[in-house]
């Protein structure tokens, strides 16, 4: 079934095509899932409401634009509204600074992920808004109904807490399992 | 050994391209809320239809009931406004004679041709052709006939005049073209036709068809004016073509709404069709001899029929406009009674009444003879029915009052049957009769008078007199009985 096929088979809601649409793109959305959210069970989820959302919506999907990127935005704008209404003690906001270098051995990606699930939602948010998925302050400042400063902010408060981790538990790096 | 790189290129190198397979639960999950939303989509659907219907029903209804009653209301009204507008035509006899949906065509046709009119010729000094020609066409349904009857001389059939009236409007449409000398001795003529035309009266038949045949001219001509401009190469014909189709839309959105109104008055006498009603009567039971019930032994007796009740449910279905037919269900208890009987306790086998018995079940009575050897008093029989009326009624007045006629016949079931000896003090059951047929049959006559309350709620009253033809069975009683009940109820019409 060509991807034409299987948008069109989704959009008639035949259970088949949606199958297969989940089968082909579920490992990378599964894969944003883990990074937006706070754990695994949330990261799954996330997943099944977000395809759901997908499949709701396949209808407005006008084959502009790369079907995978359609829906990576689709189950992020989902994410999101999860976390983006939790509340959040507003923090100084600090001046930015250059990136953080650090030293690194062979970090495994179990542990990657690990920590960022485990920064405070906001921070997670923007951290892989901006430096994962490319988006611009500006755009998660609207996304997220936030100010630029405060974006930026956040972002850099995740980085502090990231490069800690990561320089305290050095010697962990390869022994961290899900 | 470690090596220095950016935090960030550290996340995007690892996690940028990372892909993981979730759960296989997840899809399971995932397809089970699909389905789920797949079943519930179904309901929804049907929700939302019978939801659709309902208030079509209900806008139907609605619209029903309120154009039935402002009908006359709003066709008024149209009148009004199509005079205010063509001031005009107040003077004319022809608006005050016409009807109403007759004046809705004239506007409408005059309209048009005004339009043509004014994209054929906007200079100043065919303004008074314009009002010639709109009032030559307005009478153009009335004056067609007459036009024919003066000018042409010739035959009043339907053809000839939708023919002759093509020419005549053609002709207007050529002389306002050319020259507007001719006009003023059009108007003389036109004004000529149109006192004729308001002497002449058609019957109302007539009047219908040509307006329909008016429809069908005023497109025609419309159309064939539009030629006769091309053929002449005035300027603006696409203006005018314009001009012409939407007065032709208009003449096809006015006969569609004339049929529709057409179709409501129809409609709306369907559907009030069914009528059903309650019924509550005082029913006055008498003899049309002196026989009696029981036994002829009786007849020289002093018999009191008294007053009971019936009570009831009915439904009717309009056959036509006038004609009903009724059925339903009612109860119905009777009673009489029969005076100065003597009770005779030597009678062998205990305590009997002064007849011997054949046609009643006597009960054992024990004790109350030896108080009285002969003690006298009232025999009341009592007789229970279950009623179910086959009438047919016929309307002679319609209105919030209304008036009908109503004849049929009624089966009686049999449901009670008791007789009771009423001596100075006591009370005795003696048991039932034995000669009331189970079965028996009423010739019913009356009237019924109602009174409309609301729009489907109606006040009834009926009196109608029911003729028993075989209450009893044994044929020595003499008893010609008969039932007055005076019916009154609610009926709701639907």
Redesign the interface.
């Known amino acids: 079934m060509g991807i034409e096929q299987l948008i069109n088979g989704c959009k008639k809601?035949d259970?088949k095509a949606?199958?297969q649409l989940?089968?082909e793109f579920?490992?990378?959305l599964?894969?944003v899932?883990?990074?937006y959210s706070r754990n695994y069970a949330e990261a799954?989820d996330n997943?099944?409401d977000g395809?759901?959302v997908i499949?709701k919506k396949i209808h407005s999907y006008s084959f502009k634009g790369s079907l995978e990127g359609w829906m990576k935005k689709v189950l992020i704008n989902h994410i999101l509204q999860q976390y983006r209404n939790e509340v959040f003690l507003s923090l100084v906001e600090d001046h930015v600074v250059e990136?953080?270098?650090?030293?690194?051995?062979d970090?495994s990606?179990d542990y990657?992920?690990k920590i960022?699930q485990e920064l405070p939602d906001r921070y997670r948010l923007v951290?892989n808004l901006n430096?994962?998925d490319g988006y611009s302050h500006q755009k998660i400042a609207s996304m997220l109904n936030i100010k630029v400063g405060t974006s930026k902010s956040n972002l850099h408060r995740a980085?502090m807490i990231?490069?800690e981790k990561?320089e305290g538990n050095s010697d962990n790096f390869n022994s961290y399992s899900k | 050994m470690s090596e220095r790189k950016k935090l960030d290129q550290i996340f995007q190198e690892k996690l940028g391209d990372f892909e993981t397979v979730p759960p296989e639960v997840a899809w399971e999950n995932i397809k089970i809320k699909l389905e789920k939303k797949k079943k519930r989509r179904m309901i929804p659907l049907w929700w939302k239809l019978s939801g659709v219907a309902c208030s079509l029903l209900l806008g139907v209804w609605i619209s029903r009931t309120l154009l039935f009653d402002t009908r006359n209301d709003v066709m008024i009204q149209e009148g009004v406004i199509q005079s205010a507008e063509n001031p005009k035509y107040k003077s004319t006899p022809l608006q005050q004679s016409s009807e109403s949906t007759q004046i809705v065509v004239a506007k409408d046709s005059s309209e048009t041709r005004k339009n043509v009119n004014e994209t054929l010729s906007p200079s100043m000094p065919l303004k008074r052709n314009n009002r010639v020609a709109t009032i030559s066409s307005d009478t153009k349904n009335k004056s067609t006939t007459d036009l024919i009857y003066t000018n042409k001389n010739s035959i009043s059939k339907r053809k000839a005049i939708a023919n002759n009236t093509n020419e005549t409007t053609n002709s207007t449409i050529h002389s306002m073209n050319s020259n507007r000398l001719a006009t003023k001795t059009d108007e003389k003529e036109r004004t000529i036709k149109y006192q004729e035309a308001n002497s002449k009266t058609n019957a109302l038949m007539e009047k219908e068809e040509k307006r329909h045949t008016a429809f069908d001219i005023s497109n025609e001509s419309t159309k064939l004016a539009v030629k006769d401009s091309s053929k002449h190469e005035l300027p603006k014909v696409e203006e005018i073509k314009k001009t012409v189709e939407i007065a032709a839309t208009e003449n096809n959105e006015l006969d569609k709404l004339l049929k529709e109104k057409e179709d409501k008055t129809t409609k709306k006498e369907k559907n009030k069709r069914w009528q059903i009603n309650t019924s509550v009567a005082p029913v006055y039971y008498n003899s049309l001899t002196d026989g009696s019930p029981l036994d002829s032994q009786f007849e020289t007796n002093q018999k009191e029929y008294n007053t009971s009740q019936s009570f009831g449910v009915g439904i009717n279905y309009a056959l036509s406009k006038k004609v009903k037919v009724r059925t339903g269900i009612n109860t119905v208890a009777v009673n009489y009674d029969t005076n100065d009987v003597q009770l005779n306790p030597t009678f062998t086998g205990g305590l009997n009444i002064s007849i011997q018995g054949t046609p009643i079940n006597i009960k054992n009575i024990g004790i109350y003879g030896t108080k009285n050897p002969n003690p006298t008093g009232i025999i009341n029989q009592k007789m229970g029915y279950v009623e179910v009326p086959l009438e047919l009624s016929y309307q002679v007045v319609n209105k919030r009052f209304g008036l009908e006629f109503i004849g049929g016949v009624s089966t009686l079931f049999l449901t009670q049957n008791s007789i009771t000896m009423k001596l100075e003090q006591e009370k005795i059951n003696l048991g039932g009769a034995n000669n009331l047929n189970t079965v028996h049959y009423s010739g019913n006559l009356g009237l019924g008078l109602k009174y409309g309350i609301m729009k489907q709620l109606e006040f009834k009253i009926e009196p109608v007199l029911k003729y028993q033809f075989n209450p009893f069975s044994s044929t020595n009683t003499n008893s010609k009985t008969y039932i007055f009940g005076l019916y009154s109820g609610i009926g709701f019409n639907f």
């Open positions: 809601n259970i949606q199958e989940y089968r579920s490992p990378k599964f894969s899932c883990l990074k799954q997943l099944q395809f759901l499949f990136d953080v270098e650090i030293e690194y051995d970090i990606i990657l992920m960022i951290f430096v994962i980085r990231l490069k990561i």
